[in-house]
C-alpha cells in the first residue's frame, strides 16, 4: 500500500512556472505508473500526465504538452511535475495517483493523494 502527499502548490502569475512534488511512502514505489489529475472547480477530474514506472515512457494531456514536464526519482519516492508557462486555466486542484498500468484512466489508479491547490492570477 501506498501513500502519497503533494507539495509545491501556491499562487502565481500568468506565464510563471511552479513545480509539484508527490511523495510516496511504502513498498515498491517503483512497480507504480505514476499520474498527476486536476480538478477545476465545478468541474470533473482530469488527466494531466502518466510516467510509467521506470520512468522512459511519459504521456501528457494535449493541453499542457510543452508546458508540463513529469518526472521520478524512485531511489527517494518521488514524482514531480514541473509546470511552465502557466495559464489560468490551469487553476485546480492536482492530485498524484500510483496504479499498475500505464493508462490515463483514472480508475486504473489505486492510491491517490489529497492534492494541492494551484492558482493561476490572470
Known amino acids: 500500500q501506498l501513500q502519497l502527499v503533494e507539495s509545491g502548490g501556491g499562487l502565481v502569475q500568468a506565464g510563471g512556472s511552479l513545480r509539484l512534488s508527490c511523495a510516496a511512502s511504502?513498498?515498491?514505489?517503483?512497480?507504480?505508473?505514476m499520474a498527476w489529475f486536476r480538478q477545476a472547480p465545478g468541474k470533473e477530474r482530469e488527466f494531466v500526465v502518466v510516467?510509467?514506472?521506470?520512468?522512459?515512457?511519459?504521456l501528457y494531456q494535449d493541453s499542457v504538452k510543452g508546458r508540463f514536464t513529469i518526472s521520478r526519482d524512485n531511489a527517494e519516492n518521488t514524482v514531480y511535475l514541473q509546470m511552465n508557462s502557466l495559464k489560468p486555466e490551469d487553476t485546480a486542484v492536482y492530485f498524484c495517483?500510483?496504479?499498475?498500468?500505464?493508462?490515463?484512466?483514472?480508475?486504473?489508479?489505486?492510491?491517490w493523494g489529497r492534492g494541492t491547490q494551484v492558482t493561476v492570477s490572470s
Open positions: 495517483a500510483a496504479g499498475g498500468a500505464f493508462t490515463s484512466t483514472s480508475r486504473h489508479f489505486s492510491y
Open positions: 510516467i510509467s514506472r521506470g520512468g522512459s515512457n511519459t
Open positions: 511504502g513498498r515498491f514505489f517503483s512497480s507504480y505508473a
